[in-house]
């Protein structure tokens, strides 16, 4: 019988769990054995008794759950967890299967280290963007959630409401929003800034994300640049030279200035995410109104961000949240569950350690195998770090 093993997120603040209690039902209807660490689900509004009601196993610390099971599930492993994930590798061994966000190619030294240890590595954010690993994409299901929360953040910090009020003391004039970026993340904050009120505008350098941005009732941002190639196979923005960035925020200048409110959510995988705002473009908007940088992980969009902090910047409020997707713990936790059991059942449809290694989803998550790094990005990126 295949074991899988639930551990209590490490990550300093983490409330969210890998798998919850509903999730259970589906694993061992296949054959597989559930192991949770007592407490793991608490932080995000799921109890141990809901667990053992759904019929999985609680014991006592994160070093039985090791122990014990064949598959350890986590939301944030090595790579993604610096401060706590190293934590984990005297408890790993070797034929043992791991799965979570891992951040390789951020932190390809920290999958080279938990390679060492002999296990399988599956990271989530790595699954190629084809339709039948929609199911899986955990990476869109908490971007999703970290565009909505950003918008939250805004208004709650802004000076003013969002929609257009008429009243008897006067009319008030709705908020102005502008998104940069329109992956993910920023269709959801265009979407909830509409829903609140705002008069939204979007900009993104990929010409396809007009059509999203413009189904969604916002305005699209058009610049004059050259753009035939900024978009990879997956879908992702590719990255340019400094003189594009460049130009583009001369040209993004204006438009800033006459928001209230900047979301920004570019980020390239692997690399440090591009500037857009330079301290220049936050210093131009009126006082009292707000950014928040959804890449302040990777060294942010904006040029004052500072990660996990709130920056004043002459009178304009500069929010650099971390792990913002984790601050909603009940609905992310839902959202990776569902993730990492669809992904689950992909590589052990019969509950056995049985991999296709032919298989797409397969071969492109897996990053680490029988002590080495494996996979050819990371590779490069571990070449590229020394």
């Known amino acids: 019988m295949l074991v899988i093993g639930v551990p209590r997120e490490s990550f300093p603040g983490e409330q969210r769990v890998a798998l919850i209690p509903a999730s259970v039902p589906v694993l061992t209807k296949v054959g597989c054995e559930v192991v949770v660490e007592r407490g793991a689900g608490e932080r995000a509004g799921f109890p141990d008794r809901a667990y ?4 999985a196993h609680l014991v006592p610390d994160r070093a039985t759950v090791f122990a014990k099971a064949q598959v350890i599930v986590q939301v944030l492993g090595i790579g993604a967890n610096p401060a706590r994930g190293r934590e984990d590798l005297p408890l790993f061994r070797a034929g043992q299967v791991v799965v979570g966000f891992l951040r390789p190619l951020g932190s390809p030294e920290a999958i080279e280290e938990l390679a060492r240890t002999g296990v399988s590595a599956f990271a989530i954010e790595m699954l190629p ?3 039948r690993a929609q199911a899986m ?19 709650n910090a802004l000076p003013k409401l969002f929609p257009l009020m008429m009243t008897a003391a006067g009319t008030l004039r709705p908020a102005k929003v502008f998104i940069l970026g329109a992956g993910v993340a920023g269709l959801q904050a265009i979407a909830t800034a509409r829903k609140l009120g705002g008069v939204v505008s979007a900009y993104d350098i990929r010409p396809a994300a007009k059509e999203q941005v413009l189904s969604l009732g916002a305005r699209f941002v058009e610049l004059p640049l050259e753009t035939h190639d900024v978009e990879d196979k997956g879908g992702y923005a590719k990255p340019q030279d400094e003189r594009f960035y460049e130009r583009q925020r001369e040209l993004l200048s204006r438009v800033v200035a006459e928001n209230d409110v900047v979301i920004t959510t570019a980020n390239v ?3 440090k995410a591009p500037v857009l705002l330079t301290a220049e473009m936050v ?3 009126a006082p009292g109104s707000v950014v ?18 709130e920056v004043s910047y002459h009178g304009v409020r ?22 990492i059991v669809a992904f689950l059942l992909h590589l052990f449809p019969k509950g056995e350690l049985q991999f296709n290694w032919e298989d797409e989803i397969t071969a492109g998550t897996l990053v680490a195998h ?4 494996v996979h050819p990005a990371v590779q490069q990126a571990l070449s590229a770090s020394r």
């Open 137 to 155: 994409d955990a990476l869109t299901s908490m971007a999703t959630i970290a565009g909505y929360k950003a918008v939250l953040v805004a208004a």
């Open 52 to 55: 053992e009601e759904k019929g």
């Open 318 to 339: 500069v929010f650099g949240p971390v792990n913002i997707a984790g601050t909603v713990p009940y609905h992310a936790s839902q959202m990776y569950s569902n993730n």
């Open 292 to 309: 928040v940088d959804l890449a302040a992980e990777r060294g942010g969009n904006c040029a004052v961000t500072r990660a996990g902090e």
């Open 129 to 131: 963007r084809i339709t």
């Open 269 to 271: 995988p692997g690399r």
């Open 283 to 285: 210093a131009g908007m």
């Open 370 to 373: 029988e002590g080495r790094v």
